[in-house]
């Protein structure tokens, strides 16, 4: 089931419990727009409140590009003033906020470019899984652009802070290997079987507990919290909720009776 989008640059879809967002501008690399970015933010809105949606898979359009980065002939129009830029980062880090908040697992599925802006999409997904030959890198120092705290930050968390100087002070292009190498990525595959791992991967999330999912997912978010700022009896209240609930007893008899789990999320 296909969700109504304002922008046909990226699609969003519903398929047996996975959400799709294809970022849909394969003549520029899938690089973004800020109405790709409010598109984005309001599909995975919607997929953090259906419960038939139990992953969300980002792909690009294409097999040139993941997403190249920002849309950069847009600049002169939406960043030339500083109110302009301050409004253009909003949008782009309301959309990550979204991707890094949603409840459900996500995933990157990575073939081609993975650059700038792009780069910290995939960041803010759980898991990257990537073809080989995929390319990775943060141009921002042959550009002249400003980098955030808060995205220097998500990437130092994952890859550590030399990695992340390395990727910051180069602005060259890294390979799936040392992507690989760096933490950067979980898996990296051939590109033919890039697609069928993920599906593969996103059933087996899926097929788990969906409260389980969530309350790992929600103690992933506070981590990355300051330590003052954590809801850890949110976190708590979230695994209690697993124990209490109907799943636990069908998780508990499925194995008794070596049996698959029909996991309803209550």
Known sequence: MSISSKTEKLIARKEDGIGWVIFNNPEKRNAMSPDMHDAMGAALQDYATDPAVRVVILKGAGDKAFISGADISKFAENRSTPEQVRQSEAGSEAANRALRECPKPTVAMIRGYCMGGGLG???????????????????????????????????????????????????????????????????????????????????????????????VKRCLIEMRKNPDERDLELCQSMVEACFASQDFTEGRTAFMEKRKPAFQGR
Do not use: W
């Open 121 to 215: 999409v995939a960041i803010a997904c759980d898991l990257r899984i990537a073809a080989e030959g995929s390319r990775f890198g943060v141009p921002a120092a042959k550009l002249g652009v400003g980098y955030r705290y808060s995205g220097l930050q998500r990437l130092s968390d994952i890859v550590g802070p030399a990695f992340t100087a390395e990727i910051f002070y180069t602005g060259r292009q890294f390979s799936t290997a040392e992507a690989l190498q760096m933490g950067l990525v979980n898996r990296v595959l051939p590109a033919a079987e890039l697609e069928p791992y993920v599906m593969d991967y996103a059933r087996t999330m899926a097929n788990n507990a969906p409260l389980t999912l969530a309350a």
